[in-house]
């Protein structure tokens, strides 16, 4: 097994159908006040962390980071509360569970994502993806808010835990945005893109993955595209 491979969540193998979201949303108006200015912003690609700075832009980078805690747990605990809807709501994309469940014979496979740790078990626990990756591998919106940074996170758990080292082409970023492209460029790490979330092939494109894909209904298509 000697590729890892790091799975962005929403919009590559799940939707919440806007459930998250909300619970977002709300996680943050209840830690920062419901008066607080709170500016629009675009999640797509972005770590949750980030995501706040951008929402409140007047707390200052230390004023969010002192709140991390604190909206982390708001976050998780109004997913939690939600799970009964996310269970009913969700959807996992065609074609992903097979295709996780035919590459655990062949690599080590971890989230990363830029949800918070809590939310991305909540989400994959309540679409029956949660068996199919290993989140002690992963990295997370909680570890970094950039997301170039949570792949050496990541590299570096996964070799704490199976006990050898993963760089470069070994390590393969697999997202739906621009940003997962760009932090597996930045990272020198394999980059398949799937136009399953807000992005169409035609703007993916534009950023050079190494491979472009509709979707991942193809299973042997995204093992080749993966693992070739």
């Excluded at 890892?4 to 830690?31: E, N, P, Q, Y």
């Amino acid at each position: 097994m000697d590729r890892l491979i790091l799975w962005d969540v929403d919009g590559t193998l799940l939707s919440t159908d806007g459930i998250a979201a909300a619970a977002m949303r709300t996680a943050m108006r209840m830690v920062v006040g419901p008066a607080a200015p709170m500016e629009r912003t675009s999640y797509a690609g972005k770590t949750d962390w980030l995501i706040i700075r951008e929402s409140f832009p007047h707390l200052g980078e230390q004023g969010v980071a002192d709140r991390l805690h604190e909206f982390a747990a708001a976050y998780a605990t109004g997913l939690e509360e939600q799970r009964t809807a996310l269970r009913q709501r969700s959807q996992v994309f065609p074609g992903v569970a097979l295709l996780l469940e035919a590459l655990r014979a062949t690599a080590r496979q971890a989230p990363l994502t830029g949800n918070i740790a809590a939310a991305a078990r909540i989400k994959l626990e309540c679409t029956g993806l949660l068996h199919l990756l290993d989140l002690e591998a992963g990295a997370y919106g909680d570890d970094h808010y950039d997301r170039t940074a949570l792949v050496p996170i990541a590299a570096q758990r996964a070799a704490q835990r199976y006990g050898r080292t993963f760089s470069g082409r070994q390590i393969v970023i697999v997202g739906d945005t621009p940003n997962d492209i760009a932090c597996g460029k930045a990272n020198g790490a394999h980059t398949v893109a799937v136009a399953t979330g807000p992005y169409s092939r035609e703007e993916l494109a534009a950023h050079a993955p190494d491979v472009l894909l509709a979707d991942l209904s193809d299973t042997e298509a995204a093992l080749a595209a993966i693992l070739g």
